[in-house]
């Protein structure tokens, strides 16, 4: 049975715009392109993508994906070892996990836990997120995220809760307009997107295309997308697509 691109990211959870940028890139070709220029995937295509998601989860960036899979003929070996990489994973997620335990503690009158302590486990989150930037803006993100490091770097806890909390407000906004029907594009769902591009460019310069392209980094990126799944499970696509259609339709973004 062969899916459309659209199929395919639907069951996967992930855009077609970066099905495409697979296919462009070269570690994920469709099994054939008909003659109107639609992409269709067969199972030895949805089993790759698999394998690439699960490599993504690793945090490996797409040029060592391709090398690993290239250099892999047995399959079952290769699930064997994703499989140990996975568990080293969750041991990574439990110390996360057990940063979430403490401050949950703390708060609730238990043990207390030192301003640095509210951060623990999560570094990796933070080089995870570094990473796909680079991967999609190439090594000069460095700058713009140092920048925003160093505007951040006087925040106590309390200015560090503040913004968070804004954040979640903002998604609960977007929220109650999904669930209204709003559509991503709708001019409702542009008005509270002004808010959220000028949170983003109050961290970090994004011009449209990256804007744009940060759509690709909330659904495809595991911890930015939990972030927003927290508020609501449905509204990781819906963001996705109203930052693309904000860069678009107010910021001037041509796709190309």
Same mark, same amino acid.
Not at 202 to 215: K, N, Q, R
């Given at each position: 049975?062969?899916?459309?691109?659209?199929?395919?990211?639907?069951?996967?959870?992930?855009?077609?715009?970066?099905?495409?940028?697979?296919?462009?890139?070269?570690?994920?070709?469709?099994?054939?392109?008909?003659?109107?220029?639609?992409?269709?995937?067969?199972?030895?295509?949805?089993?790759?993508?698999?394998?690439?998601?699960?490599?993504?989860?690793?945090?490996?960036?797409?040029?060592?994906?391709?090398?690993?899979?290239?250099? +892999?003929?047995?399959?079952?070996?290769?699930? *064997?070892?994703?499989? =140990?990489?996975?568990?080293? /994973?969750?041991? #990574? !997620?439990?110390?996360?996990?057990?940063?979430?335990?403490?401050?949950?503690?703390?708060?609730?009158?238990?043990?207390?836990?030192?301003?640095?302590?509210?951060?623990?486990?999560?570094?990796?989150?933070?080089?995870?997120?570094?990473?796909?930037?680079?991967?999609?803006?190439?090594?000069?993100?460095?700058?713009?995220?140092?920048?925003? +490091?160093?505007?951040?770097?006087?925040?106590? *806890?309390?200015?560090? =809760?503040?913004?968070?909390? /804004?954040?979640? #407000? !903002?998604?609960?906004?977007?929220?109650?307009?999904?669930?209204?029907?709003?559509?991503?594009?709708?001019?409702?769902?542009?008005?509270?997107?002004?808010?959220?591009?000028?949170?983003?460019?109050?961290?970090?310069?994004?011009?449209?295309?990256?804007?744009?392209?940060?759509?690709?980094?909330?659904?495809?990126?595991?911890?930015?997308?939990?972030?927003?799944?927290?508020?609501?499970?449905?509204?990781?696509?819906?963001?996705?697509?109203?930052?693309?259609?904000?860069?678009?339709?107010?910021?001037?973004?041509?796709?190309?």
């Amino acid at each position: 049975m062969e899916y459309s691109i659209s199929q395919v990211a639907r069951m996967a959870g992930i855009s077609s715009r970066t099905l495409r940028h697979y296919d462009d890139i070269g570690i994920l070709p469709p099994a054939r392109v008909s003659a109107n220029g639609y992409r269709w995937y067969g199972r030895p295509e949805l089993l790759r993508l698999q394998r690439i998601m699960l490599l993504r989860e690793l945090a490996m960036p797409l040029g060592t994906i391709a090398e690993t899979l290239d250099g +892999e003929t047995d399959e079952l070996t290769a699930l *064997r070892r994703h499989r =140990e990489q996975l568990t080293a /994973e969750r041991d #990574r !997620l439990d110390r996360i996990l057990d940063t979430v335990d403490r401050t949950v503690a703390d708060l609730s009158g238990g043990r207390p836990v030192s301003d640095e302590g509210f951060f623990v486990g999560l570094a990796e989150a933070k080089d995870r997120l570094r990473e796909d930037l680079r991967a999609r803006y190439g090594e000069n993100v460095d700058g713009h995220l140092a920048s925003a +490091e160093l505007a951040t770097s006087g925040w106590t *806890r309390e200015d560090h =809760e503040h913004a968070a909390e /804004e954040g979640r #407000r !903002l998604f609960a906004r977007m929220a109650r307009a999904r669930r209204r029907g709003v559509a991503p594009d709708d001019e409702e769902a542009l008005d509270l997107m002004v808010e959220h591009y000028q949170g983003v460019r109050a961290m970090w310069p994004a011009d449209a295309a990256a804007y744009h392209a940060l759509g690709d980094l909330l659904i495809d990126n595991p911890e930015q997308r939990a972030i927003i799944a927290a508020v609501d499970p449905e509204l990781p696509p819906w963001l996705s697509a109203a930052v693309q259609a904000y860069a678009v339709r107010r910021l001037g973004h041509v796709e190309g």
